[in-house]
């Protein structure tokens, strides 16, 4: 897909990693929409601000509705509660799966329509290397990456005969707020995964492994499980 001229529409724009997508969306010459909750902390320049709250259709369906135009949408809000499965606050777990799987769900849905109308482009889900590697410390946010996983496969299957590519962005850890705790050296720069994340877009990668990390978790996956330790 090219990204001169495309008109994108990325969630979760007013920070973080989404911020970095829309300022390298524009320095690309596309049309950017940067979605947010509360559009007037979208402060990028030459970005539209676009009010979308992921956890809600109807704000969903209206930010369809006015980026008429999109033939890119970048699916990147998320959160992380560190709610464990057993023991965490089940509320936490179903936040994390309603703004990590239904959120991204629900904006395919509504943009599928507008993206085919105006001939076709291009859907990005950003997703974790814990889309395969599912700690128990951080269980809530693993299934809800594992199953946005499963949702990019299936969309892209759909959404093919209907000219519309779906990639899937994974990564350990980014140097963004959701990452604050981790080490420098452990991190990688949220704008070097963003220019990877683009040109896998381009290119129509279906999946985009941004890191070692990424691309040594997904090599083990056809290892067998190993047992708890006593």
């Known amino acids: 897909m090219e990204l001169r001229n495309a008109v994108a529409v990325v969630t979760g724009a007013n920070r973080g990693f989404g911020r970095h997508l829309a300022a390298q969306l524009v320095e690309r010459g596309a049309k950017v929409y940067g979605g947010a909750r509360r559009p007037e902390t979208v402060d990028v320049p030459g970005v539209i601000p676009l009010r979308l709250d992921v956890t809600d259709e109807a704000s969903i369906r209206e930010a369809a509705r006015v980026a008429s135009d999109a033939t890119?949408?970048?699916?990147?809000?998320?959160?992380?509660?560190?709610?464990?499965?057993?023991?965490?606050?089940?509320?936490?777990?179903?936040?994390?799966?309603?703004?990590?799987?239904?959120?991204p769900l629900a904006a395919t849905r509504a943009f599928a329509p507008v993206i085919e109308g105006n001939g076709g482009g291009a859907v990005l889900n950003v997703l974790s290397a814990l889309s395969w590697f599912h700690p128990a410390g951080l269980g809530s946010y693993a299934a809800s990456k594992a199953a946005t996983w499963a949702l990019s496969d299936a969309t892209r299957e759909e959404l093919a005969p209907r000219g519309i590519t779906v990639s899937a962005l994974h990564v350990g850890y980014m140097d963004t707020d959701m990452a604050a705790g981790v080490p420098a050296d452990q991190k990688v720069a949220a704008a070097d995964v963003a220019a990877?994340?683009?040109?896998?877009?381009?290119t129509g990668l279906p999946e985009i492994l941004a890191d070692e990390t990424s691309r040594y978790v997904k090599q083990s996956l056809s290892a067998a499980p190993q047992p708890n330790a006593d």
């Open 72 to 103: 890119l949408l970048i699916n990147n809000a998320g959160i992380s509660t560190g709610a464990t499965l057993t023991g965490g606050d089940v509320a936490e777990v179903r936040r994390e799966m309603e703004t990590n799987f239904f959120g």
């Open 196 to 202: 990877q994340a683009l040109y896998g877009i381009e």
